[in-house]
């Protein structure tokens, strides 16, 4: 008699990040890319984390940028019970059939010789002395999508963060998330979140000036094939925005020491600062110009 093992097949190890389900896409894996590089680059040190890794495709990317002597501490309940009614439902939907910390171990080590520090358990279990004031660099935070959980991680995160850390937060405009895009404004109008910038998934932000990063971000110009670079305006304070599949200028290369970036000014043309412009012309008067853009490159075509 055969007896057929009715378990499912694990997946094949992957071969690339790519491979590892989820929904990290490129621009925010270049963003993720240039901006921790560009902690490296300047000389600042500090432990990095992650609430919320799912199967654990930006907590690959993310521990490739861990410097000697830092800690990489992931916090995810995994396969555990969530501790509350509406977090169980909402692992329910999305994520109980194939969430396992067995499965984001396996991902992990796929391209990494040890696993970051895990805490399998709700994020709130950070907010004790799991983290030390002040100890992190750079914080993602990409768990639950109830509002008080979010509003609870975005204060753990800042305690975390040294002064002039990066936090990154992801669903803040999706239709799905209103909880997090409630937390992620809150935190912006009420308690010193400065933005960096937006993509279409996440919002970076610092409660340092932004002025600096936003300026090395600008003379990348991200107005290239794939990519749009808007700046927008809110209570006073820039805001980058970024569209599009990719940023090609997103490349971590020629950095100073002192965190000036050491390409030449691009030339004049479809550049952020005419973008800037644009947006602050009136929208009549906006949508003209674009139309005159268009119709420009349509006669050179």
Known sequence: ??????????????????????????????????????????????????MGSYLGRSAILIGRHRQPGEAFTICDLFDSDAPDGDNAAEMTMSY???????????????????????????????????????????????????????????????????DDGIVVLDDFRSPHTPGVAAATWEAVFDHGLRPICLTPEKLYGTWADPGTLQGELLQLDGDVDGCNLDIDIIRGHQVLRFSGPGVAKLMPSGIHRDGRSAAPPRPAGRSAARRLALDLLPPIATRAVRRGLRSARERRA
């Open 1 to 50: 008699m055969v007896t057929l093992d009715s378990r499912p097949a694990l997946p094949a190890v992957p071969k690339s990040p790519d491979d590892v389900p989820g929904w990290f896409w490129p621009l925010d894996q270049q963003l993720f890319s240039w901006l921790l590089e560009r902690q490296t680059a300047v000389g600042q040190h500090g432990d990095l984390l992650e």
């Open 96 to 162: 109980r059939e194939t969430l396992t910390r067995a499965a984001f171990e396996r991902n992990y080590l796929a391209f990494h010789a040890e696993l970051p520090t895990i805490v399998q358990a709700p994020t709130s279990a950070l907010a004790g002395d799991v983290l030390a004031p002040g100890s992190c660099r750079f914080a993602h935070i990409d768990a639950s999508h109830l509002y008080e959980h979010v509003a609870g991680d975005i204060q753990t995160a800042r305690a975390a963060l040294a």
